[in-house]
Structures are given as structure tokens and as C-alpha cells.
């Protein structure tokens, strides 16, 4: 008799993931288009505040009043949860990397009430960031509905991050390379998929509420010819610089708050509350994340004087906005400066007689990518980000260029990623040495630099408490043995106790850096 055939078992690990990171996405949607609808509708509403006091100076006591109220409130939400200060990525890089562990709901109604009263009252501080953290809350929100704990818990809160930057600037791809790129450091199949299916879903819902056309719908009017292109290695060595002196800036924020103004830190936020109000009494225009400015700039394409003025006021009170610690990002603000250093490079261009006029639009839209792209040190999210919010194709070629030569730049000076900085700053990675008895993976992709490259296993001392218990080499699975060539595109899966997670990763990271093991 021949032997029936054995039936293939159909492996669904993957659509699991990729129909919860949906559900993620959908409910991510849900928060931040609220979000962002709350946001406009309270921007709106001071502005026109801010333009009845010009004809009625009177109202700035009631305007005066109002802000520091709001002050207070922020306040009393900040002291009771810490985490929702600032943008937020941060928080989430610490919660994928093991090394903070919070309560999504608290931070959940926390983050979405202060960054509606701070984003929208007019403070030069953007939604992205917030609406990030939104996502990682929802997503850890699921994970807990569903019991995921682990790995499963962190693609969850990945998913929700890439949700809520894809509903945040209605740009899905971006979304999720900005998650792999700079906040999950991995190209982790399980998390590509399903932050993909979560920034999806959250972008049809973000259309559904706020329609198709691009955050910044800015008519292209030709491509960048290729004879001026060596304005584009001018435009991004400027960029790097000024992107880098960013970096340093907003570092020493928070110790030059403590050393100059001498308030406890949650109380922090009034400075720029009352800072705002000239800003909004002169310039009403000018309140917010940015979002108008780029638009305004891109349409009537103001003077030089014009154009120094504002980089000089948005880059002075987006620096007194975030650091203050109200809930906010810098996302936003880096574009719009962006923004202004292109318009304002390319408009100088043109009165030296070495621009076209209709090239200077041309400039502001590859600034925007260049100076993110420096700052961030992620030049893939900054590319796709732009053509996303912008809506068109044809830029990509100088996109690219710009964006890599701001990042050399501030490579070269030592900058390093921002919201790694950032993270880094918050003092989160101390050695738990007490061991949970529950068991966490460990994904350590290997690079063609790195010194595991081409090794053996048996070859590597591992460190303590860890088990190398797989190799992912394209779509396989390996089990290792001692003789178990590692090869560069692999990734490294080590099972380490759960406490140790965040602790073994850096041991592994320094260890796949340091001299070549003989």
C-alpha cells in the first residue's frame, strides 16, 4: 500500500499579525483623527482670538488667562505621568528596546488631552510624535486584550507607532519605514507586516475624515533640472550643519531650563504659554506645528528679510516650546524649518543670479527631507515622507541627494540619531540583575561590518543568560550548531530572561562592533 500523503499545515503566524497590526491600525485611525480634528479646530479658534485682540487689546487678559490655565492643567497631567512629556518616540524606542515599561492608558487620555491644548493653543510643536505614542499605546492596549506578551506585545506597539505617524501626514510607507528605520532599529518580517497592515488601516480612516489630498498638497511645477544640481550638495551640507547645530541645541534644552528659569519641570510649560502671546498678537500666522508656513511659503514666496525673520522665530520658540516638556513633537517643526532654509537658500540663489525663480519651490520640498534626514539620521523615512505629504514622484533623484549629503554631514560631526539621543537622556538602561524566570527573544540583525559576520558560532563568547536559538537567513529559519557559519543579512534570534532583554542587546551590539574575535 503507498502511504497517504501527509497534509501541509498551513503556518498563519503571519496573517495573525498582519489582522491584529489591521486592528491596531483602525483604532490607531480613530485616536488621531480625532486628534488632529481637535488640534485644527482649537489652532483655528486662537487665531481668531489672537485677530479679535488686535482690534480689542483688552481680550489678551482673557487670552492671558486661558493659556495659563491650560498651563496648570498640563502641568497636574504631566506630574502624574511623566512619560507624555515631549514628542514620545523616545518612550516608544525604550518600551521596543525593553528598557521602560508604562501604562498605555494612562498615557493614552493623558497624551490626548495635553497635546490638544498645547499642539492647539499654538505652540510651535508638532502632532506626529504624540499621535506615535497614541499608536503604541492603542497597540499595547491590544496586545493586552489579546494576553501577546513578548515579541507578540512588541509588534503590537510597533504597528500602533507605524499607525500613528501614517495617520498623523496621511503616509502609510513612510509610516512603517520610519518604525524599522529608526525606532525598531529591525526589518523583522513579523514587524514589517503588520506595521504596514496597521498604517494602512489607519490611513483609510484618516481619509475618510480628512479626505485624499496630501498634508502638503504643493503644485510641482518641473523636475529639478540636472545642470543646477550641484546646488543640491550645497543645499545639503548647509542643511547638515544647521541640522547638526539642531541636535546640540535641543540637548542642552533641558539642563538650560533647570539652570535659568528654576522651576520643577512639570511647571515648565508656562514660559511658553506666555511666550506665545506676543507671537500670536503680531503673527497669528505663524502659530502651530508649521503646516500653513510651508504652504504660505511655497505660494508667495516672501523676501529674504521675510524669510530670516521666521527661521529665526520658529527655530528660537520650537526650542522653547519643546523644551519645556509639553506634550509635543518636533517632527513638524524640523519640516518647516526645513522648509524655510530651502526657500530662503534658493530665493538668495535667484537674486545672485544663479537660480531660476521657479526652481526655489523646488528647493523648499528636498530641504524639508535634507534637514530631517540630518537631524534624524533617517534618510529612507525622510525620502518616502516628503513624496508621501507632497504628493508627486518626479523629485526622488534629488531628494536622495540632498538627503544624503545632510546625513554624511552630520555623520561626520558625531550627531547621532535625535530621538536616540533623546532616549538616552532619560537614563532608562541600568542592568536589571534580578532574572524574572520569563524568557524574551532577542533579534540582532548582522550587518556586512559587523565582526559576527563570517564567524562561527562556537567562535563568539556569548554572553550570560542567553541562548542563540535561531539564525533567520531570508525567509529560513536555521537551529544553529558550533560550526554555524554567520553570514551578513542575517539575523541573530538569542532567547535571554525578560528583565535582561534591553541589557543583552546593547551587550551584543557593542560585542558585534568591537576587534575582529581571532
Same mark, same amino acid.
Given at each position: 500500500?503507498?502511504?497517504?500523503?501527509?497534509?501541509?499545515?498551513?503556518?498563519?503566524?503571519?496573517?495573525?499579525?498582519?489582522?491584529?497590526?489591521?486592528?491596531?491600525?483602525?483604532?490607531?485611525?480613530i485616536?488621531?483623527?480625532?486628534?488632529?480634528?481637535?488640534i485644527?479646530?482649537?489652532?483655528?479658534?486662537?487665531?481668531?482670538?489672537?485677530?479679535?485682540?488686535?482690534?480689542?487689546?483688552?481680550?489678551?487678559?482673557?487670552?492671558l488667562a486661558?493659556?495659563?490655565?491650560?498651563?496648570?492643567?498640563?502641568?497636574?497631567?504631566?506630574?502624574?505621568?511623566?512619560?507624555?512629556?515631549?514628542?514620545?518616540?523616545?518612550?516608544?524606542?525604550?518600551?521596543?528596546a525593553g528598557?521602560?515599561?508604562?501604562?498605555?492608558?494612562?498615557?493614552?487620555?493623558?497624551?490626548?488631552?495635553?497635546?490638544?491644548?498645547?499642539?492647539?493653543?499654538?505652540?510651535f510643536?508638532?502632532?506626529?510624535?504624540?499621535s506615535?505614542?497614541?499608536?503604541a499605546?492603542?497597540?499595547?492596549g491590544?496586545?493586552?486584550?489579546?494576553?501577546?506578551g513578548?515579541?507578540?506585545?512588541?509588534?503590537?506597539?510597533?504597528?500602533?507607532?507605524?499607525?500613528?505617524?501614517?495617520?498623523?501626514?496621511?503616509?502609510?510607507?513612510?509610516?512603517?519605514?520610519?518604525?524599522l528605520?529608526e525606532?525598531?532599529?529591525?526589518?523583522?518580517?513579523?514587524?514589517?507586516?503588520?506595521?504596514?497592515?496597521g498604517?494602512?488601516?489607519?490611513?483609510?480612516?484618516?481619509t475618510?475624515?480628512?479626505g485624499?489630498?496630501?498634508?502638503?498638497?504643493?503644485?510641482?511645477?518641473h523636475?529639478?533640472?540636472?545642470?543646477?544640481?550641484?546646488?543640491l550638495?550645497? #543645499? *545639503?551640507? =548647509?542643511? $547638515?550643519? !544647521?541640522?547638526?547645530?539642531?541636535?546640540?541645541? @535641543?540637548?542642552? &534644552? +533641558?539642563?538650560?531650563?533647570?539652570?535659568?528659569?528654576?522651576?520643577?519641570?512639570?511647571?515648565?510649560?508656562?514660559?511658553?504659554?506666555?511666550?506665545?502671546?506676543?507671537?500670536?498678537?503680531?503673527?497669528?500666522?505663524?502659530?502651530?506645528?508649521?503646516?500653513?508656513?510651508?504652504?504660505?511659503?511655497?505660494?508667495?514666496n516672501?523676501?529674504?528679510?521675510?524669510?530670516?525673520?521666521?527661521?529665526?522665530l520658529?527655530?528660537?520658540?520650537?526650542?522653547?516650546?519643546?523644551?519645556?516638556?509639553?506634550?509635543?513633537?518636533?517632527?513638524?517643526?524640523?519640516?518647516? #524649518? *526645513?522648509? =524655510?532654509i $530651502?526657500? !530662503?537658500?534658493?530665493?538668495?540663489?535667484?537674486? @545672485?543670479?544663479? &537660480? +531660476?525663480?521657479?526652481?526655489?519651490?523646488?528647493?523648499?520640498?528636498?530641504?524639508?527631507?535634507?534637514?530631517?534626514?540630518?537631524?534624524?539620521k533617517?534618510?529612507?523615512?525622510?525620502?518616502l515622507?516628503?513624496?508621501?505629504?507632497?504628493?508627486?514622484?518626479?523629485?526622488l533623484?534629488?531628494?536622495?541627494?540632498?538627503?544624503?549629503?545632510a546625513?554624511?554631514?552630520?555623520?561626520?560631526?558625531?550627531?547621532?540619531?535625535?530621538?536616540?539621543?533623546?532616549?538616552?537622556?532619560?537614563?532608562?538602561?541600568?542592568?536589571?540583575?534580578?532574572?524574572?524566570?520569563?524568557?524574551?527573544?532577542?533579534?540582532?540583525?548582522?550587518?556586512?561590518?559587523?565582526?559576527?559576520?563570517?564567524?562561527?558560532?562556537?567562535?563568539i563568547?556569548?554572553p550570560?543568560?542567553?541562548?542563540?536559538?535561531?539564525?533567520?537567513?531570508?525567509?529560513?529559519?536555521?537551529?544553529?550548531?558550533?560550526?554555524?557559519?554567520i553570514?551578513?543579512?542575517?539575523?541573530?534570534?538569542?532567547?535571554?530572561?525578560?528583565?535582561?532583554?534591553?541589557?543583552?542587546?546593547?551587550?551584543?551590539?557593542?560585542?558585534?562592533?568591537?576587534?575582529?574575535?581571532?
Amino acid at each position: 500500500m503507498v502511504a497517504p500523503k501527509k497534509l501541509h499545515r498551513v503556518d498563519t503566524t503571519h496573517l495573525v499579525f498582519i489582522l491584529k497590526g489591521l486592528l491596531v491600525g483602525v483604532l490607531t485611525g480613530i485616536v488621531v483623527s480625532l486628534f488632529r480634528l481637535f488640534i485644527e479646530k482649537s489652532l483655528a479658534a486662537w487665531t481668531w482670538a489672537y485677530l479679535q485682540a488686535q482690534k480689542q487689546p483688552l481680550l489678551l487678559l482673557a487670552i492671558l488667562a486661558g493659556l495659563m490655565l491650560m498651563a496648570v492643567f498640563i502641568a497636574w497631567l504631566i506630574k502624574a505621568q511623566p512619560h507624555i512629556m515631549g514628542s514620545g518616540i523616545p518612550e516608544v524606542e525604550g518600551q521596543l528596546a525593553g528598557e521602560l515599561e508604562v501604562h498605555w492608558w494612562s498615557i493614552l487620555w493623558r497624551k490626548f488631552i495635553g497635546g490638544i491644548l498645547g499642539i492647539g493653543s499654538g505652540l510651535f510643536l508638532g502632532r506626529e510624535g504624540p499621535s506615535i505614542q497614541l499608536g503604541a499605546a492603542v497597540g499595547q492596549g491590544v496586545a493586552e486584550r489579546f494576553k501577546d506578551g513578548g515579541m507578540q506585545r512588541r509588534v503590537l506597539i510597533a504597528s500602533g507607532a507605524a499607525s500613528g505617524l501614517a495617520a498623523a501626514f496621511n503616509a502609510p510607507i513612510a509610516g512603517t519605514l520610519f518604525v524599522l528605520e529608526e525606532v525598531y532599529h529591525n526589518f523583522s518580517p513579523l514587524v514589517w507586516m503588520s506595521s504596514l497592515a496597521g498604517a494602512i488601516g489607519a490611513n483609510f480612516v484618516t481619509t475618510n475624515f480628512f479626505g485624499l489630498v496630501p498634508v502638503l498638497h504643493i503644485t510641482y511645477a518641473h523636475s529639478f533640472p540636472l545642470r543646477l544640481y550641484w546646488h543640491l550638495i550645497l #543645499l *545639503g551640507l =548647509i542643511l $547638515g550643519g !544647521l541640522g547638526y547645530f539642531y541636535q546640540i541645541v @535641543l540637548l542642552k &534644552l +533641558p539642563s538650560w531650563y533647570a539652570r535659568f528659569i528654576r522651576l520643577p519641570r512639570y511647571l515648565n510649560g508656562l514660559i511658553p504659554f506666555i511666550l506665545v502671546i506676543p507671537i500670536g498678537y503680531f503673527w497669528p500666522r505663524t502659530l502651530g506645528g508649521g503646516n500653513g508656513v510651508i504652504l504660505t511659503i511655497a505660494k508667495v514666496n516672501p523676501s529674504i528679510r521675510i524669510l530670516i525673520g521666521l527661521l529665526i522665530l520658529r527655530f528660537v520658540f520650537s526650542m522653547i516650546s519643546y523644551g519645556s516638556g509639553l506634550p509635543g513633537g518636533i517632527f513638524l517643526p524640523i519640516l518647516t #524649518l *526645513g522648509a =524655510i532654509i $530651502g526657500a !530662503l537658500y534658493g530665493t538668495i540663489m535667484f537674486h @545672485l543670479g544663479l &537660480l +531660476p525663480k521657479d526652481d526655489i519651490l523646488n528647493l523648499l520640498i528636498f530641504s524639508m527631507a535634507g534637514y530631517f534626514a540630518g537631524i534624524g539620521k533617517a534618510p529612507f523615512t525622510a525620502i518616502l515622507l516628503i513624496t508621501e505629504m507632497v504628493g508627486t514622484l518626479q523629485h526622488l533623484m534629488p531628494l536622495a541627494v540632498v538627503s544624503l549629503t545632510a546625513y554624511v554631514v552630520v555623520d561626520l560631526l558625531g550627531g547621532a540619531p535625535i530621538y536616540a539621543s533623546l532616549l538616552e537622556r532619560m537614563n532608562l538602561g541600568k542592568k536589571l540583575t534580578v532574572l524574572s524566570g520569563k524568557n524574551d527573544r532577542v533579534e540582532i540583525p548582522i550587518f556586512t561590518d559587523s565582526h559576527f559576520a563570517e564567524q562561527q558560532v562556537r567562535d563568539i563568547k556569548w554572553p550570560d543568560n542567553t541562548l542563540l536559538m535561531a539564525i533567520r537567513r531570508g525567509e529560513r529559519e536555521i537551529i544553529p550548531r558550533g560550526d554555524t557559519s554567520i553570514h551578513s543579512g542575517d539575523t541573530l534570534i538569542v532567547l535571554t530572561d525578560h528583565n535582561q532583554r534591553a541589557h543583552i542587546r546593547r551587550m551584543l551590539t557593542i560585542l558585534g562592533k568591537s576587534q575582529p574575535m581571532k
